[in-house]
């Protein structure tokens, strides 16, 4: 089973739907949660962090249940800049600072 | 803020040569740098991590001796991809933090790397 798992996608959208994005992780040492967004032959780059009473960052909502081992994004009001991967991240407890990345979830915004 | 940046951004060379990519950290010191590798359409997977001065300590399943990670200055760490071969193509991408970077790891731009 992978560390990180998130929904397979890619998930198409018309411009201003809203688009919630979902994933597991299964080390329960994890401690902290970031959603990293990865355009197409680029870096990834930090979107937010993820805290256990939810966080809000305009149109994005980061959501953490750490009884389920489950974090969310929900983006609103899409925009065809918001077309991109979207990575869901976890760091361990005592890891270095290492990430861990999930697979990505590719969402494009059409017009 | 912070900057990592890295280079070159794209190489290409002939398979049995060897690579090397490297990874700067322009306004803070990298106490810490990791290399990730990432094919298409699959997740950044780490390589190795490396601290200043001591050696990278690698993933499990990544050759030490084909992926040589030199990490001599607070600023600059080294991949150096050793006798590349075509399965070697992928996309390597340095990340880095220390004092000075916050609580935040910065990636590098990346290095497309394709062996011919």
């Known amino acids: 089973r992978k560390e990180v798992e998130q929904d397979p996608g890619p998930f198409n959208v018309p411009e201003g739907a809203t688009v919630a994005f979902n994933c597991t992780y299964s080390?329960?040492?994890?401690?902290?949660f970031f959603w990293y967004r990865q355009d197409c032959r680029k870096e990834p780059k930090l979107l937010m962090s993820?805290?256990?009473s939810g966080n809000e960052d305009g149109r994005f909502t980061a959501q953490l249940n750490r009884a389920s081992q489950y974090i969310s994004l929900l983006i609103r009001d899409s925009k065809l800049s918001d077309s991109a991967t979207y990575l869901c991240v976890v760091r361990a407890r005592g890891s270095a600072r290492q990430l861990t990345f999930g697979s990505g979830t590719q969402l494009t915004v059409l017009p | 803020g912070a900057v990592v940046s890295q280079h070159p951004s794209w190489v290409i060379c002939k398979s049995g040569t060897s690579v090397k990519i490297e990874c700067r950290s322009l306004d803070f010191q990298a106490t810490t740098m990791f290399w990730y590798r990432q094919f298409p359409k699959q997740s950044l997977m780490l390589m190795a991590t490396s601290n200043e001065g001591s050696k990278a300590t690698y993933e499990q399943g990544v050759e030490k001796d084909k992926f040589l990670i030199n990490h001599a200055s607070l600023t600059l760490s080294t991949l150096t991809v050793t006798s590349a071969h075509p399965e070697d193509s992928s996309f390597y991408i340095c990340?880095?933090?220390?004092?000075?970077?916050?609580?935040?790891?910065?990636f590098g731009e990346g290095s497309w790397l394709t062996v011919v």
């Open positions: 993820v805290y256990s």
């Open positions: 990340s880095a933090w220390g004092e000075g970077s916050g609580n935040t790891i910065y």
């Open positions: 080390n329960s040492a994890s401690q902290s």
